[in-house]
């Protein structure tokens, strides 16, 4: 005898919708973007064809010749060819964050003490690397 | 382009042999491109992140992902993350070099001789896992069964996604050879859940390990993007050609790639 398949929690089936329009938005936008660099339509930060001299090299040496930006400042080059990328990258990045703060309420409402406290420290550590404080440092 | 035929290469091979994307990437990129390991980690995290995001609403609303198993490990597993990306990143490289090629050893290793077992027993919930809800239940569609699952073991399993976690950020590799062994075999989770959890977990701990080496530079987006988007093509074919190939052919071919990437990042790393 076959058994009904049984029903996810709403909250998962919350999260689940979300993650599916927000991943596969974030890849939609990484693939015009990355069409909009590679046709040369704006300008690049670095060349591609200057690419190759610095991808061999240890990052922290990268970002030093090549005057990255670290942490956020990668948002000042927006209108930048390569830097474009930048925003599918993050959209990804940061779907899990959404996800999280998205479902928060129904374990609110659950009364569930445990996940909302968890969730909330998930937030937190998901923004803590987010927010570039450690984006120093590097050998 | 021969970047994006690559991972597209490796994207099929990854899912014939049930290993995650990433695992594959770092050690091969890192030894057969001139990228340097910087960039191929933090690559390596988003190409494994991008690959967990695609697959998890499927998972999560079949049920073979569970928000209540994953959350309490995803807290753990993502704050060791970060630690393992920063201490990754400060390192010399040939200090990874030789670390990461012992891990891929190890990863070989594991996946040759670890048996995870299809419905492990649990007679008996544990505190944690109770007081955390740890338990649901799915349908198997291959025999239409319902299979009701409870975790023990909790607190062991969940010290272990410190190292899990740890590892994870440091090398870029995604973690999923790590994560089902523990779900399923210490845990006793199913392992059709046990998978399933895990590739959503990874969206998680891979997540907060991406940001640190994104906001330390170590993205270039001609490399990355490519490496993103062949791996998921190459995933799709790879489901496809499942139905038809010998997994298990495959299998021993992915442990030989991996043993043999492996030697080659120890060799690297001590300069031989």
Request: net charge positive.
């Amino acid at each position: 005898m076959t058994s009904q398949a049984p029903q996810a929690p709403p909250e998962q089936i919350t999260y689940a919708n979300l993650l599916f329009y927000g991943s596969w938005g974030a890849i939609a936008i990484l693939l015009i973007t990355f069409f909009v660099y590679v046709s040369g339509v704006f300008e690049s930060y670095i060349p591609i064809n200057e690419i190759s001299q610095y991808w061999s090299m240890p990052v922290s040496q990268y970002v030093q010749e090549a005057n990255i930006p670290i942490g956020w400042g990668w948002a000042t080059l927006i209108g930048k060819g390569d830097f474009l990328n930048f925003i599918g990258i993050v959209l990804l990045a940061g779907m899990t964050i959404v996800c999280y703060i998205v479902i928060l309420p129904y374990y609110i409402k659950q009364k569930d003490i445990a996940f909302v406290v968890l969730i909330i420290l998930e937030v937190l550590v998901l923004c803590l690397g987010a927010s570039g404080i450690f984006g120093t440092g590097g050998h | 382009m021969i970047l994006f035929f690559f991972c597209f290469v490796l994207g099929i091979i990854a899912v014939l042999a049930g290993v995650g994307g990433g695992v594959l990437y770092v050690p091969l990129v890192s030894g057969f491109f001139p990228f340097h390991l910087d960039f191929v980690r933090g690559t390596g995290l988003l190409v494994a992140l991008a690959g967990a995001l695609a697959a998890g609403p499927g998972l999560l609303k079949r049920n073979f992902a569970n928000l209540r198993l994953a959350l309490p490990v995803a807290l753990i597993a993502s704050s060791c993350a970060i630690v393992g990306a920063l201490v990754g990143l400060a390192l010399p490289t040939n200090i990874i070099q030789i670390a990461l090629g012992a891990t891929i050893i190890f990863i070989a290793l594991l996946i040759t001789f670890s048996k995870n077992v299809e419905r492990p027993v649990v007679e008996k919930q544990d505190g944690i896992g109770g007081a955390l809800k740890m338990a649901g239940a799915y349908l198997e569609p291959s025999t239409g069964e319902l299979i009701e699952w409870k975790t023990h073991r909790t607190l062991p399993g969940l010290l272990l996604f410190i190292v899990i976690g740890f590892m994870a950020g440091m090398f870029g590799l995604g973690a999923g050879w790590a994560n089902v062994p523990v779900l399923n075999l210490l845990m006793g989770a199913p392992l059709k859940l046990s998978v399933g959890t895990s590739k959503f977990l990874l969206s998680i701990t891979d997540t907060s390990a991406a940001w640190i080496y994104l906001n330390q530079g170590c993205v270039i987006p001609l490399m990355a993007v490519p490496s993103i988007v062949g791996l998921m093509l190459g995933s799709f074919v790879g489901v496809r050609i499942l139905a038809v190939a010998k997994p298990k052919v495959i299998r021993y071919i992915v442990i030989s790639v991996l043993l043999f990437a492996g030697i080659k990042a120890l060799l690297k790393g001590l300069g031989i």
